[in-house]
């Protein structure tokens, strides 16, 4: 057993009274207080002081992308990845993908993201990688392959399918290549030209077939959806999650009491958060200006969501470009804030709340829950931006601080 006394434990919902966490076996074992003494705890526990800093769950990003590399056009390069296995060979194309997932993960970690839901990958690759995953890593939850429409939002990746047979087969072959969670393509998306983000991808029967067979096997599902429409109809097929839900129209978001009313109990993912250091090309800031996907216009989804009591959990949309970066969660929480929803609740987005979203026993520090932990400078329900700055980050009570930590 060891112990972790900080100044503060945000424990995924709130501050608590108490300053020492004990873990055991990978797990949380109790939540107390008790007056530094030396680097004892209970029953002579070896205990680690971490002066100044507040204990809190390992975050949650519920919205990546590991195979994409976050470089230019990364998504429209995983489309390549079939040409790649007929010239490189299979073998070196899935050695490829699996350096890149796990650079993906090795830059969560650093970030204190300790488990993360991958929601779109070439032919299952994830899921396939998972197989044979080394230790070390934070936690994936994975849809394999996102179905989409015929020419639809990330056609490129291998999902394309049309009708609502089609749709229950495709639902089949990810629930027995192991995935956790079906991703669907509701509406378009800005990174594949062609699609909409003003109109649903499917019909309500083939979105109603998904949710059924979905259901069936025991999966969540959870409905990429930018347009009101899309979100309507996500709501009226029974998804249990919706990816971005920006409600857009020709006339900008549309957010009213009864969509709100329809939210109940669908986890919402905005995925807010950026990498402003980068410089935007024209082309890209044209195709997002003419989707309706401003910076403003996410904020005003995502605010006005979180007013009305919607389920929010906190997604980056890392790997897609340049922007979106993997390791971006804590952006993406200080920019909840920015848009106006408290610190506190902010930090829930990325802790209790998500791991709700996704099952996993993790999220919050209690007994049982997964020793998943991250240790910040100062307070985060007050300043977010420590999030920014990890002192230690633990994977089942395990120091795994990328380059050493101060509190071994």
Known sequence: MIGLRAERIFDGERIVDGNLVLIEDGKVVALTREDPQGGVGPAGVEVRELAGCTILPGLIDAHVHLTADAGPGALD??????????????????????????????????????????????????????TTAPGGLPTVVASGT????????????????????????????????GADVVKIMASGGVMTPGSDTMSPQFTLEELAAAVDEAHAHGLPITAHAHALSAVRQAIEAGVDGIEHCTCLTPDGVVIDDGLIAGLTGIAVCGTLGSDRSIVVPPEILEL??????????????????????????????????????????????????????????????????????LHVPKGRIRPGADADLLVVPGDPTTDISTLAAPTAVYLAGQDVTPGGSAAR
Do not use: F, M
Request: one cysteine or more; proline letters at 4%; hydrophobic letters at 45%.
């Open 77 to 130: 390069r995983l489309a390549n990845l079939r040409i790649a296995a007929q010239t490189a060979g299979l073998a070196a194309t899935r050695r490829a993908l699996a350096a890149t997932i796990e650079q993906s993960l090795r830059l969560h970690l650093a970030a204190g993201v300790t488990t993360v839901r991958d929601l779109g990958d070439p032919y299952d690759a994830v899921l396939k990688w998972r």
């Open 146 to 177: 996102p179905i989409t429409s015929r020419g639809g939002h990330c056609w490129g990746l291998g999902g394309e399918v049309s009708g609502p047979d089609a749709i229950r087969a495709a639902v089949r072959e990810r629930a027995a290549n």
């Open 288 to 357: 997002v200006a003419k989707a309706g996907l401003s910076a403003a216009a996410l904020q005003q989804a995502v605010r006005r969501l979180s007013d009305g009591g919607v389920r929010i959990v906190a997604g980056s949309d890392g790997g897609i470009g340049p922007a979106k970066p993997h390791g971006l969660l804590p952006a993406t929480l200080a920019e909840y804030v920015e848009a106006g929803i408290p610190a506190t609740a902010a930090l829930i987005t990325g802790t209790s709340s998500a791991a709700d979203a």
